[in-house]
């Protein structure tokens, strides 16, 4: 089968972070994975989305720290919809947990419940890989093919497009994000960033965060603005004119050097550069939460504001049974969240595995080409 | 000998027309046969000596008013009024009408051993002038007197203890003052009248009230309604300020009013092809029209800016008056009248105005888009008599770079305006009820109006009001030459070129269209018969 | 060493080699030099007793110093001012200027009646006026001080166009010939003290002034200058350099009645009230004025300690120029 596929190459690294290309990753012929135990299944992706994570790594600026927990050559991809054997619809939750890897006993976390803070991510009788799309036993969304354990599967419901189905996984992140922050925080959020991971939280707070009375948010370009304000933003601020949106809306004032004397109660950080992670502790409030939701890597911040004003940073990763929402999945909410707000549209371009350099030059540059998401469409590939 | 105002029906021969584009101005060609330019009248004769004839206005007041010295007494409390930076347009050079008439008064008041003297700026909403602009207004020696011992004051429209409610006219309008005025033995307004639109009831009753009090004129309503706000006569903002100074003098507030006025000598003389007729230039006047072009298009725009505001104009008192408020205001816009009007025959379906880079709010300031809204549709349009220059329905051409740009301490609420409130609407209606309240009662704002340079919360939104008579009345507006994403949040279409404004304009009003271009600075108005 | 008693050594001669004793070596250097000008080597006196030959025709009042106003002298006055005289003075006394906009919308030349406490007065006017007035005023000067020898004469009619006028009385030669230039359209700065002031308070005002601008109907300019006494006091010969204020007045115009006494006296009140307006506030100046409780510039009445005690008082308000440089590069709270 045809795949994209991410090798052990420091080379290919090294050419992807300096010419700025996709380089890291190439399509190549691969034998299909086989199962490797009797709960897993072959499955065979529709759409399989590009996500931000993905995208640091085909250009080489992945964080070191995900070395441990990938296990090379993989084929990415963990944004799939796709179809099992039986012909049936199927959304792939790709963290590769305890169950998954057969580990006896459980870590604390899965015992919990919380797989997305599995302790074993690299142990088992599977290779390491925090998520399908990173291990080189399972595959990954951007080929013909793929192995995938039962519990991993979540049957689409009938009558939605392949669009909305594959959005599943993304929304449930921002999904994830939303709920992450203390009930209660306050009425004022603020939303930085304008991707797929920041439109769905603001639809996300908008949906069921009912202690959020007023959400800014922060986009760059017109098409996002739009969507961003569609999504139940009150305001839409640019870059630099967030500090004066969140002023307005706290009715806090402005120091002579910027500084807010209040802020947003809770800021969700779906960036994650150093630049948004200094702007979301600058407009906090004393006691805030600042979330983040975007994948951040190694940043430089000023944190003097999170002691002084004793700001809680707060990662939000993946997703699991949501303790603010009575206990349901973020799966779950989030295909509530995308049928409520139509979120399938929200896929703005399909590509080929044949047009993959396009597709990732595409999505690196959503924001500013008008697009969301970008996803690859399998549909036609060959099944062998 | 002063020539009267003139328009020029422009032909095939008609040399290319000077139009302001904010720090500069730029030649434009108009089409012959359908254009026609008006020019304002030329400077008036000043006074020969304005010192002896203020001192003739203080002795020889008009209306029921008795001479100055004899409402003066030891033990007063005297309190001098007077305008705050927006007048004159651009600022004249030393010494201010302000510093002469203020002098002359407190000569009067020594002579009468008054010793309980204040000086209020009359500021209004708007922000607080620093020392330098005190200084260059009233004179070292009036500043030096009275600002060590802090007997000079500028109003404060949300201090709680330093304002007091006079009553309520029968339209139920607040009357609501400055304290320390309303509570002298005598209030004497010391004031410049550049347009017709200043003095009168407006000076004590806008220029010492609180907010409370000015949103009763300072409104959608009350704008759309006032055609035009500078001709009193036909002005619900005036109508407004008079119940309200009736009531003031009603309920025993005594106000000895001073008027001057000044002839529309507006450039230095390096620069006197500003305020020529182009195919009067000389050899000079071309040559220092190339060399000043040549000299701005190399600077940045900030230098441009400084230079433009460093102009001191060589305006002259043409006249002053004094006595009871509406006697002299009445002699006073007659004077206005005198230096301004301009007789134009019907109107036309555009109209051009080259906006100069200066409007009563950004003194020493930036002209941000919102200034530039309320220069061309508040100031410029609004400067007729009679009806608009342009019909019903017509289009309006300003020229303007429109900079996205704000001074950080002069106008802090206009950023937010334009971020915020514009990128929903322009309606003013809408803004006004969306809006207003909470930009008003803004804690942040209060406190950098109070404390720092700034112009009140509410004060953008004036600044749109005063352009709503103007957005109710055309048909489109069109901005030559500004910064597009700027002018579109104005709810303004961009153009490159006076051409293709144009060409733009024909779409709403027609092939053909006729088209004025208001030569404008020197101040004016068209009295469009 | 004026003060020393005969026979006595001065109290450096007990005193050790210092500092001190060396700046009394130096002042012994000067004192030779002076006396190398004294006869034989300078001109001998005159002795009283023989009859003085007729003055010299051509100096003290009589000196002509009409060439000093051909375009020639102008020109060489004017680059002499820009390059030399006004640089100088501006280091020395760095004036600040007040009161000039009360001229703002004059524009005749006129006669500018000044306090007179040093010889930089003169000049310090000069530099400071508009040139409106500066490019064609003369300077009336002692007749008997600036006019006594011709390379003096030649000098002062250089460098201030001054014209020879004498200080007690004027005399119809001196009279006429300001009248004249007067007349011509020519201004003029006087002083009408009538020499320096040798305490520092003014003196009396002579008529001069006054009379000449009724003669002419010329409107008087009064100018206060505070300041230039301390940096070159009379009797003085190496200024100490200070701050220095001019405050220009009103014009006023002579009275019609052509009561010229009347007019001298009003003149002295208005440089009086300058000087008060620089002590204090304007306002409080004009009220004191209205009230005629303007403190005379001549000082109090009383014996010379308790003259130069309140002169002292009267000059701590306007001491030398403020010290702007703050901390940390001056240590003072």
């Known amino acids: ?115 997305n803070r599995c302790e074993n991510l690299a142990a088992g009788h599977l290779a390491a890989g925090l998520q399908t799309g990173y291990c080189n036993q399972t595959g990954g969304g951007w080929s013909a093919s793929l192995v995938a354990h039962r519990q991993q599967l979540h049957p689409v419901p009938s009558g939605w497009s392949d669009e909305a ?19 209660g925080a306050g009425p004022v959020a603020a939303v930085i960033g304008a991707g797929t991971i920041g439109l769905a939280t603001i639809a996300a707070i908008r949906t069921f965060r009912e202690d959020v009375t007023t959400v800014i948010a922060v986009a760059k370009h017109p098409e996002q603005r739009r969507l961003a304000r569609q999504l139940g933003a009150d305001f839409v601020a640019n870059p630099d004119e967030l500090r004066r949106a969140v002023r307005r809306a706290t009715g806090s004032w402005i120091l002579d050097n910027g500084q807010l004397t209040g802020g947003a109660d809770v800021v969700f950080d779906c960036v994650g550069t150093s630049e948004s992670l200094s702007e979301s502790t600058a407009v906090a409030a004393p006691g805030a939460t600042v979330v983040l939701a975007g994948m951040p890597g190694q940043v430089g911040v000023d944190l003097t504001a999170l002691w002084q004003r004793e700001l809680r940073l707060a990662g939000a990763y993946a997703y699991g049974p949501e303790r603010n929402a009575g206990d349901r999945h973020s799966f779950d909410l989030s295909m509530q969240l995308i049928a409520e707000h139509d979120l399938g549209r929200l896929v703005s371009a399909r590509y080929p595995l044949d047009r993959h350099s396009d597709a990732l030059e595409h999505a690196s540059h959503a924001g500013a080409r008008g697009a969301t998401k970008v996803v690859f469409d399998l549909r036609q590939e060959k099944r062998r | ?143 030096d007197s009275f600002a060590p011992i802090g007997r000079l004051l500028q109003h404060d429209a949300e201090d709680p203890e330093g304002l007091i409610h006079i009553g309520v006219t029968e339209r139920g309008e607040d009357v609501e003052i400055n304290r320390r005025a309303a509570e002298s033995d005598l209030i004497v307004y010391v004031n410049i009248n550049l347009v017709a639109m200043d003095g009168g009831h407006k000076s004590v009753a806008t220029g010492l009230a609180s907010y409370r009090s000015l949103r009763h004129h300072h409104n959608v309503k009350t704008m759309r309604h006032s055609k035009s706000f500078m001709d009193p006569e036909h002005s619900a903002l005036h109508s407004s300020n008079w119940r309200m100074g009736r009531l003031l003098a009603a309920s025993g507030v005594k106000i000895f009013q001073i008027e001057t006025t000044l002839n529309n000598d507006a450039f230095p003389s390096q620069t006197a092809f500003l305020q020529k007729r182009e195919w009067e230039w000389s050899a000079r006047d071309r040559a220092s029209y190339v060399a000043s072009t040549r000299a701005l298009s190399l600077l940045t725009p900030r230098a441009a800016r400084s230079l433009f505001q460093s102009i001191k104009a060589p305006h002259a008192m043409t006249s002053v008056y004094a006595g009871e408020v509406e006697a002299v205001h009445a002699e006073t816009t007659r004077m206005v009248h005198r230096q301004q009007l301009v007789e134009v025959q019907g109107q036309t379906d555009v109209a051009i105005f080259g906006l100069p880079h200066i409007c009563p709010y950004n003194v020493n300031s930036i002209m941000n888009p919102i200034l530039v809204m309320c220069m061309g549709l508040g100031y410029l349009f609004n400067l007729y008599r009679g009806r608009p220059i342009v019909r019903e329905g017509g289009v309006a051409i300003l020229s303007h770079p429109t900079p996205w740009a704000f001074h950080p301490v002069h106008h802090p609420s206009y950023i937010d305006f334009f971020e915020e409130v514009l990128s929903e609407t322009t309606d003013p209606v809408v803004i006004e009820k969306n809006y207003e309240q909470r930009f008003a009662t803004d804690e942040w704002y209060r406190h950098l109006y109070r404390t720092s340079h700034a112009y009140h919360g509410v004060h953008p939104f004036y600044m749109w009001y005063w352009g709503a008579h103007a957005l109710e009345h055309l048909g489109r507006v069109i901005v030559v030459g500004g910064n597009r994403k700027a002018v579109r949040r104005l709810g303004f279409s961009p153009a490159s070129t006076i051409a293709d404004a144009l060409e733009m304009a024909s779409d709403v009003v027609g092939d053909e269209p006729t088209i004025s271009h208001f030569h404008c600075p020197p101040i004016m108005i068209a009295d469009v018969k | 060493m004026s003060g020393q008693l005969p026979g006595a050594h001065s109290p450096d001669k007990r005193l050790p080699v210092t500092a001190r004793s060396w700046a009394q070596a130096r002042s012994g250097v000067r004192r030779r030099i002076r006396t190398a000008s004294t006869f034989p080597l300078g001109s001998p006196p005159w002795p009283g007793t023989v009859e003085l030959p007729p003055a010299d025709k051509t100096l003290g009042v009589h000196y002509d110093s009409e060439w000093a106003r051909s375009p020639f002298a102008r020109r060489a006055r004017t680059a002499l001012q820009a390059t030399v005289a006004n640089p100088l003075l501006r280091a020395l006394t760095s004036p600040s200027v007040r009161g000039l906009d009360r001229l ?27 040139p409106r007035w500066r490019d064609e005023l003369f300077v009336a000067g002692a007749a008997d001080y600036f006019f006594d020898t011709h390379p003096k004469a030649v000098l002062s009619a250089l460098a201030l166009n001054a014209v020879p006028m004498e200080r007690q009385r004027v005399s119809r030669t001196s009279a006429g010939r300001a009248t004249q230039l007067l007349d011509d359209g020519w201004s003029m700065l006087i002083f009408p003290e009538g020499g320096r002031s040798p305490d520092g308070w003014g003196q009396p005002h002579r008529p001069g002034a006054a009379w000449l601008a009724v003669r002419s109907s010329v409107p008087v300019v009064p100018l206060y200058l505070e300041g230039t006494a301390r940096i070159l006091p009379k009797g003085s010969r190496r200024p100490k350099p200070g701050h220095v204020t001019v405050n220009f007045g009103a014009p006023i115009l002579p009275p019609s009645d052509g009561d010229s006494r009347t007019f001298a006296r009003t003149i002295e009140d208005a440089i009086a009230a300058l000087a008060d307006e620089l002590a204090g506030d304007w306002y409080a100046a004009r009220r004191r004025a209205a009230a005629g409780t303007t403190p005379p510039l001549s000082g109090p009445d009383a014996t010379a300690w308790r003259r130069s005690w309140a002169l002292g008082a009267a000059r701590t308000g306007a001491g030398p120029k403020a010290d702007s440089s703050r901390w940390p590069w001056n240590h003072r709270p």
């Open chain 1, 1 to 115: 089968m045809r795949a994209l596929q991410v090798d052990r190459s420091l080379a290919r690294f090294v050419t992807a972070r300096v010419s700025s290309r996709p380089a890291a990753v190439r399509l190549t012929e691969t034998p299909s994975p086989t199962p490797p135990g009797p709960d897993w299944v072959t499955i065979r992706p529709l759409l399989s989305g590009i996500c931000g994570s993905d995208l640091a790594t085909v250009y080489g600026r992945a964080s070191r720290w995900f070395e441990p927990y990938v296990s090379f050559p993989f084929v990415p991809g963990h944004e799939i919809v796709a179809e099992t054997a039986g012909g049936e619809r199927v959304v792939v939750e790709p963290v590769l947990h305890c169950r998954i890897r057969g580990v006896d006993p459980l870590c604390s976390a899965c015992a919990d419940g919380r797989t």
């Open chain 1, 165 to 183: 189905a594959v959005m599943v996984e993304p929304v449930a992140c921002s999904v994830h994000a939303a709920m992450s922050a203390p009930p």
């Open chain 2, 1 to 143: 000998m002063t020539r009267p105002g003139f328009v020029l029906e422009v032909d095939r021969s008609t040399p290319p027309i000077l139009t302001w584009h904010g720090e500069g101005f730029r030649l434009e060609n108009l089409p012959a046969g359908r254009s026609r330019v008006i020019y304002p009248p030329e400077p008036l004769e000043s006074l020969r000596d304005p010192d002896a004839a203020i001192r003739e206005a203080l002795a020889s007041p008009l209306g029921d008013s008795k001479p100055l010295r004899e409402l003066l007494f030891p033990g007063m409390r005297l309190t001098i009024a007077f305008d705050d930076i927006s007048l004159p347009l651009p600022p004249m050079r030393r010494p201010d009408n302000r510093q002469r008439v203020i002098e002359a008064v407190l000569d009067i008041a020594a002579a009468a051993g008054v010793d309980d003297v204040a000086l209020i700026c009359a500021l209004a909403l708007h922000r607080r002038m620093t020392e330098s602009e005190l200084r260059h207004a009233i004179g070292d020696r009036v500043y």
């Open chain 3, 104 to 130: 703002a919308h004059f524009d005749e030349p006129a006669i500018f009646v000044a306090n007179h406490s040093s010889h930089l007065d003169a000049p310090l006017i000069l530099s400071v006026i508009p």
